[in-house]
């Protein structure tokens, strides 16, 4: 079992930043890939950026390549979202998931980020 645990969100001004983490604990051995995902209010959840744990290879979404960026701390079991030149369309509920080597994915309860206008 893995758990995910975000932090970092917040009210920000638009054009300002924020740095979103995601903690991971317990059985993270076979961590193969994390991800941020995010949830705007009446839509669906959608992909923002993701990094794999060995590799370190990265992809995003268009809606945030060149302001966001995605890194690890292969040490804290720890991964980072980088937020630059907020927009008030990235309000939305930031989930952080896993991938397993075993096929198992695991989601964080979220953080919220309101960017106001």
């Known amino acids: 079992q893995v758990r995910l645990v975000e932090s970092g969100g917040g009210l920000v001004q638009a054009g300002g930043s924020l740095r979103l983490s995601c903690a991971a604990s317990g059985r993270t051995f076979g961590m193969y890939a994390m991800a941020w995902f995010r949830q705007a209010p009446g839509k669906e959840r959608e992909f923002v950026a993701r990094i794999t744990w060995s590799g370190g290879d990265t992809d995003y979404a268009d809606s945030v390549k060149g302001r966001f960026t995605i890194s690890s701390d292969k040490a804290k079991n720890t991964v980072y979202l980088q937020m630059n030149s907020l927009k008030p369309e990235d309000t939305a509920v930031y989930y952080c998931?896993?991938?397993?080597?075993?096929?198992?994915?695991?989601w964080g309860q979220g953080t919220q980020v309101t960017v106001s206008s």
């Open positions: 998931r896993g991938w397993m080597t075993s096929g198992s994915v695991y």
